[in-house]
């Protein structure tokens, strides 16, 4: 597809792609270790987004809602886009800090509000989230690992019809003041926003961009800038965790210098950390 067509979906976004470019980069996503990084094509997204949602249609149906608990990377994407191949309403969270009460709030109060059919997590935070007594409850919602489901089974997923109207997933709030409170997000909205952005930072007049981010996959600049907007545009994305970027700031700049990155950015904060621990000597090494 390299001809721009406006989908009608980001669901059918990825599919378009993995279908006319399969092989073409997607998502890297980096780690300390260069070579424990992953690299996911179109075709690898498309098929795990398949096998997530063939496992959502088992045990949900569209319009049911599900809850995202994953540490930022490669099966929180493809988790997200396993609800939207499913019709399934994606509740983007992330995990508690620890089991103390205080940091399990936040979720807790998402949970009641969306009233989740199934969680979707990775088996290494099975444990902890099973620690809480709302979700070891026998009316809990569902956890699923999705990293232990068979791609085989992606054969068995049937595409749903989507409409723009239908709601795609649920933004929440960070509740840092107030309890998070919930907007919902249609697949006409999701497409609007990004299209918007697509002109406003030129994509769709540079088919060579590449952009570069550490944000938070469950916050709204993360989500639709750092992580979507890629994928309805059609260019590389080069994706690390927060704490990645926070440990040590100059891994971001490293990043925009290694990739030709052409497109990245932050709050504040992120630039005030770089200019206070990135040093002139660091910076002269990097093509920025």
Sequence with gaps: MDAFELPDTLAQALQRRALHTPDRLALRFLTDEKDQGLVLTYRDLDLRARTIAAALQRQAVPGDRAILLFHSGPDYVAAFFGCLYAGVIAVPAYPPESNRRHHQERLLSIIADAEPRLVLTGSDLQPALLQMDELAAADAPQLLCVDTLDSASADNWQGPQLQADDIAFLQYTSG???????????????????????????????????????????????????????????????????????????????????????????????????SARVSDSALERLAL
Aim: proline letters at 8%.
């Design 176 to 274: 840092s003041t107030a309890l998070p409170k919930g907007v919902q997000v249609s697949h006409g909205n999701l497409v609007a926003n990004e299209l918007l952005i697509r002109h406003g930072f030129g994509i769709d007049v540079n088919p060579d961009d590449v952009i570069v981010s550490w944000l938070p996959l469950y916050h709204d600049m993360g989500l639709i800038g750092g992580l979507l907007q890629p994928i309805f545009s059609g260019v590389p994305c080069i994706l690390m965790a927060p704490a990645y970027f926070l440990t040590r700031p100059l891994r971001w700049l490293e990043a925009i210098s290694e990739y030709g990155s052409t497109i990245s950015g932050g709050p504040d904060f992120a630039y005030q950390l770089c």
